[in-house]
Nanobody, 117 residues
Framework: VQLVESGGGLVQPGGSLRLSCEVS????????MNWYRQAPGKERELVAA????????NYADVVKGRFTISRDNVKNMVYLQMNSLKPEDTAVYLC???????????WGQGTQVTVSS
């Protein structure tokens, strides 16, 4: 299983970015999907989560109302729409897939998001 993130970059405070994660797996629709982030010198934190069918989502308090996670089980894609970005959102954002059948997870390589004027 491979996960490839894209869509990161440099954006000004208040701006928006949309991250994408493409998952190469025949069983993508069975995975719960998550977005994590890790800033320099800080621990990795869970930002957003979505269930396998997309019926339920969850967000870290610091991004609620600004970020939206979604998925397309036909295209094997998961997205993170990030609005009203703040400098403290600067981090490497990583896509994570949780396989509850084999009880293991998979990680992408991450994409850098920098929020700065």
């Amino acid at each position: 299983v491979q996960l490839v993130e894209s869509g990161g970059g440099l954006v000004q405070p208040g701006g928006s970015l949309r991250l994408s994660c493409e998952v190469s797996s025949f069983t993508f629709s069975s995975y719960a999907m998550n977005w994590y982030r890790q800033a320099p010198g800080k621990e990795r934190e869970l930002v957003a989560a979505i269930t396998s069918a997309g019926g339920s989502t969850n967000y870290a308090d610091v991004v609620k109302g600004r970020f939206t996670i979604s998925r397309d089980n036909v295209k094997n894609m998961v997205y993170l729409q990030m609005n009203s970005l703040k400098p403290e959102d600067t981090a490497v954002y990583l896509c994570n897939a949780w396989d509850s059948y084999y009880y293991r997870d998979y990680w992408g390589q991450g994409t850098q998001v920098t929020v700065s004027s």
